[in-house]
């Protein structure tokens, strides 16, 4: 993907020619392949084509052109150049070739997978089901299916299933990615037996409009004669214009309510091989009414946070080493008590330990007081710790709330502190526990999460306070810190762009490794994936984030299991930090973490993409630059790929004389051609093939600087014959007349 923005092709515009087939003249390979897809078929020898297509040989210069076959068309005459058959038979190949790049990409979901995941539909679910498919043909209506429906209501499964169910078996599922600035019917791709899906959801970037409805409807033609469908699950509050219907080609629906909240569970329950915890659900009636009224996206967090509670449960919940002190209680939690623990939100008792303002403790008042409630989110995130880890997390924050603006800070913190209850009796105010060696045992994350999310949605000014405590006390860069989980989950249910901006202001400079593992989380995540690529976008040309944006696009294009559309969207963001960054420890970087994924095949195919596009002027020199010294370290049996067996349509003599030609890169190019040669000094024919390559090169204009300096570099190599190295191309490059003004190092030792 190209950093400018993407230009679609008109229709009456020449299809564009392949990356292999752009050197042939006018593309006539392509225009062949098009017509006749066999023309490429295994066994063929060239020039073998099919009788029909006789006629698109060069006739004789002397031949007089046949007239045109002429057929009646009620009453109309239409002129066919060649055989008619094979033209209408080719108009579906002729599509598919009209435009490949540039196109949304997207992961093949394997259909019987979909089919065996769990799915509830309600009774509303039911109905818009039963208006997209026709139950003559049993596939869908329209070749295009809308679905509009509120966020996390369950509207991509229930579109994916659909796909899944009622297309034939030889069509392919694919999950597209909407990677793109707006909604555009140039950027969707065109297959034939594809059914795809795509999510609109992103609030500024997915707006949908009548424009593209009408485009889309022409694009629903296509999609019909290559026996193709798409499914588009539009968030409700992006279907704002009231010219938005129905089209040509295109049905559109309105899922108003997700399916029931506790039928997911028990469906999820049973899929994972929890049939039993399914069953004690049913037989909870508290359960139930923890479930009511949830989103799909929400029952499915449920179902998850109902197989901690049983596994914590059927493992003897906590650890025998906290054995509790006297008077602290120690009657084990009961099956039913986790799971009702783990399903309910809290809110209606958190609305009475965050109720009316209280200076005092008084055990007739559940309210808490400032401090409890910072010990209280301190037990939060922690849950089991040692007291005074406990301690220092709870001041820490108080101290985050006296420093943040609008506050003022009116008694000392020690006296406040003395003053106060002690340690232990406030954490068991607060529903804590405390064993025989003082550790804190807060074993309920389900209300932990609860606390957070209450905090959050109830104070607004704690807001940012509340991120700079988590960023300053997250003690590692690990997911499982207890810190760094509580702002993955936040930033997951929270990632706003004015969200993912305060966390960067904050953690950006003082805490880039948090920031980057809380961001990992967040591009790999379905709901807030692209605002946090986004953002990582406009990050990539400030030299305080680029350490963050390297490294995280870094882990995700060094997972090999990544879908095409992150690993591409991660290399977007390295080519913009090079481009947008001059200073040479941030260009260092980009080239380190270069040099360290060439060894992945993928990740290698695509720098050999980003010095193709540097070349043709599509994308960023420097990065491009970055890109061909990391290929440059390739091997292939001990000689380098680029020299043996370079890829098609990369120009390894034009990058190398563009490298030597730069005072950016000039001394590394000459460090890595340094290499290059020494590697191949020991093979004769190796050597030869690489200095025929290598003399045009530094025979060039403003050559002549950096030849010196390779040739300096070269002195103590030698070939198997003897040969000096340096000599050799001094000897060529040279003239007689100038060596004794321009001599080389006598010992470059």
Not at 439 to 445: C, K, L
Request: proline fraction near 7%; aromatic fraction near 4%.
């Amino acid at each position: 993907m190209s950093d400018a923005p993407f230009t679609s092709t008109s229709p009456d515009t020449a299809p564009p020619r392949g990356d292999a087939e752009a050197a042939r003249p006018n593309g006539a390979r392509d225009l062949m392949r098009g017509i006749h897809p066999d023309i490429d078929a295994p066994g063929r020898q060239p020039g073998q084509l099919d009788a029909p297509l006789s006629s698109l040989t060069t006739p004789p210069p002397d031949a007089v052109p046949p007239l045109p076959r002429v057929r009646e068309t009620g009453g109309g005459t239409t002129h066919v150049y060649g055989a008619p058959d094979v033209v209408a038979h080719s108009i579906e190949r002729l599509i598919l070739e009209t435009r490949k790049r540039d196109l949304l990409e997207g992961v093949e979901q394997k259909r019987d997978r979909l089919i065996a995941q769990p799915f509830v539909r309600s009774s509303h679910g039911q109905s818009v089901w039963e208006q997209l498919v026709d139950p003559t043909t049993d596939r869908p209506r329209q070749p295009v299916i809308i679905i509009v429906a509120p966020r996390s209501c369950g509207s991509t499964t229930l579109a994916l299933r659909l796909l899944a169910e009622h297309t034939a078996e030889n069509v392919t599922v694919i999950k597209l990615d909407a990677d793109w600035r707006a909604p555009s019917r140039g950027r969707l791709p065109l297959e034939r037996k594809r059914a795809y899906q795509l999510d609109l959801k992103h609030p500024e970037r997915d707006q949908v409009s009548a424009d593209f409805l009408n485009s889309l409807s022409e694009h629903a033609t296509h999609l019909r004669s290559c026996r193709s469908y798409l499914a588009l699950t539009v968030a409700q509050d992006l279907w704002t214009d009231h010219r938005l219907s129905d089209r040509d080609g295109i049905q559109v629906v309105h899922l108003h309510e997700a399916p029931d909240a506790q039928e997911v569970v028990e469906a999820h329950l049973d899929a994972s091989g929890y049939g039993q915890l399914a069953t004690t659900l049913r037989a909870l009636p508290k359960a139930g009414a923890c479930l009511r009224g949830l989103s799909a996206v929400a029952a499915v967090r449920a179902a998850h946070a109902a197989v901690l509670a049983w596994t914590e449960h059927t493992q003897g919940g906590s650890p025998p080493s906290h054995e509790l002190a006297d008077g602290e209680g120690g009657s084990p939690t009961s099956l039913e008590e986790r799971i009702l623990a783990a399903l309910t939100d809290w809110r209606k008792e958190l609305d009475t330990r965050f109720g009316e303002t209280t200076h005092l403790h008084t055990h007739d008042n559940p309210s808490l007081t400032v401090e409890d409630r910072s010990l209280l989110l301190a037990l939060a995130v922690q849950q089991s710790a040692p007291m005074p880890v406990v301690a220092r997390s709870a001041s820490a924050l108080l101290d985050a709330l006296r420093e943040s603006p609008g506050t003022a800070d009116g008694s000392s913190q020690s006296l406040s502190a003395l003053a106060g209850r002690g340690m232990r009796r406030r954490i068991r105010d607060v529903g804590g526990r405390v064993d025989m060696q003082d550790t804190v045992i807060f074993d309920r994350p389900a209300y932990g999460r609860a606390v957070l999310e209450y905090v959050w949605d109830n104070y607004d000014v704690m807001r940012r306070p509340l991120l700079a405590w988590l960023v300053s006390t997250a003690r590692s860069a690990d997911p499982d810190d207890p810190a760094v989980a509580a702002l993955a989950e936040l930033t997951v249910r929270h990632g706003t762009a004015d969200y993912l901006t305060s966390l960067g202001e904050l953690a950006g400079s003082q805490r880039p490794e948090v920031l980057g593992a809380v961001m990992e989380s967040a591009v790999r995540n379905e709901h807030v994936g692209r605002v946090a690529w986004d953002t990582l976008y406009g990050w990539a040309e400030q030299k305080s984030y680029a350490p963050t944006v390297i490294a995280l696009c870094r882990r995700i294009l060094e997972d090999s299991s990544v879908a095409a559309s992150l690993a591409k969207r991660a290399m977007v963001r390295l080519r913009r930090v090079a481009h947008k960054n001059t200073d040479d420890s941030v260009v260092s970087q980009v080239r380190d973490a270069f040099d360290s994924l060439v060894e992945h095949p993928a990740v290698a195919a695509r720098l050999v993409g980003e010095v193709q596009g540097w070349q043709r002027g599509k994308f960023s020199p420097r990065g491009g630059a970055l890109a061909f010294l990391a290929l440059m370290t390739i091997r292939h049996e001990g000689t380098p790929w680029l020299v043996c067996s370079p890829p098609d349509d990369l120009d390894v003599q034009r990058a190398v004389r563009d490298l030597l030609s730069s005072p950016a890169t000039v001394a590394e190019a000459v460090s890595r051609l340094t290499d290059w040669i020494r590697s191949c000094a020991d093979d004769p024919g190796a050597y030869m093939q690489m200095r025929a390559q290598l003399l045009p090169v530094l025979r060039g204009h403003n050559m002549f600087e950096a030849g010196m300096k390779l040739m300096n570099e070269l002195r103590g190599i030698s070939t198997t014959e003897g040969v000096v190295v340096a000599d050799d191309f001094y000897n060529h490059l040279v003239d007689p007349r100038l060596r004794t003004v321009f001599p080389l190092e006598t010992d470059h030792t």
